[in-house]
């Protein structure tokens, strides 16, 4: 256990150096090693230099689902469907990017997109619904459920992000 540790360490302190010195030497250099140039001794990869077209971003996936039922560990899965949202929206999700632009928009706070912001009238019965999103969100940790009374509750306030 403790060779791969210190192999993975070795490795880093390569990439690094990789970085700063070139030639077998270690002579300092003001750019980046010349393709396939030694250093300290170990030959360099080549074509493993950044092109700047590389872009650091906070992971955003999600998994989302809509269950019959109160419960969601419990009830009957209906649907299931992937939402990534960075670097571009993606996933299984229908409309990818309306779900990604509605929770963008509302910093995903999932209660305000099921809140119902129509006028819809539904009946009173009490068959629920229930929508799930488990997942990441800009680099932290989501889980959220959310109970509608019945079918018609749901479709008034799902928004983009739970119609699937």
């Given at each position: 256990?403790?060779?791969?540790?210190?192999?993975?360490?070795?490795?880093?302190?390569?990439?690094?150096?990789?970085?700063?010195?070139?030639?077998?030497?270690?002579?300092?250099s003001?750019?980046?090693?010349?393709?396939?140039?030694?250093?300290?001794?170990?030959?360099?990869?080549?074509?493993?230099?950044?092109?700047?077209?590389?872009?650091?971003?906070?992971?955003?996936?999600?998994?989302?689902?809509?269950?019959?039922?109160?419960?969601?560990?419990?009830?009957?899965?209906?649907?299931?469907?992937?939402?990534?949202?960075?670097?571009?929206?993606?996933?299984s999700?229908?409309?990818?990017?309306a779900a990604?632009?509605?929770?963008?928009?509302?910093?995903?706070?999932?209660?305000?997109?099921?809140?119902?912001?129509?006028?819809?009238?539904?009946?009173?019965?009490?068959e629920?619904?229930?929508?799930?999103a488990?997942?990441?969100?800009?680099?932290?940790?989501?889980e959220?459920?959310?109970?509608?009374?019945?079918?018609?509750?749901?479709?008034?306030?799902?928004?983009?992000?739970?119609?699937?």
């Amino acid at each position: 256990m403790r060779s791969i540790a210190r192999a993975a360490a070795c490795g880093a302190v390569l990439a690094l150096s990789s970085l700063s010195f070139t030639g077998a030497a270690g002579a300092a250099s003001t750019g980046a090693p010349a393709e396939g140039a030694a250093i300290g001794g170990v030959p360099a990869p080549g074509g493993t230099s950044p092109t700047g077209a590389e872009t650091l971003y906070a992971p955003s996936a999600l998994v989302l689902t809509v269950t019959d039922g109160a419960d969601h560990k419990t009830g009957t899965v209906r649907r299931a469907v992937t939402l990534s949202c960075a670097p571009t929206p993606s996933g299984s999700h229908p409309d990818a990017v309306a779900a990604c632009s509605e929770l963008k928009k509302n910093s995903a706070k999932f209660d305000s997109i099921t809140a119902s912001g129509t006028n819809r009238v539904c009946t009173k019965e009490w068959e629920p619904v229930t929508v799930t999103a488990d997942g990441v969100w800009e680099g932290k940790r989501v889980e959220y459920v959310h109970t509608f009374s019945n079918s018609c509750a749901m479709d008034g306030g799902r928004g983009a992000v739970f119609t699937f």
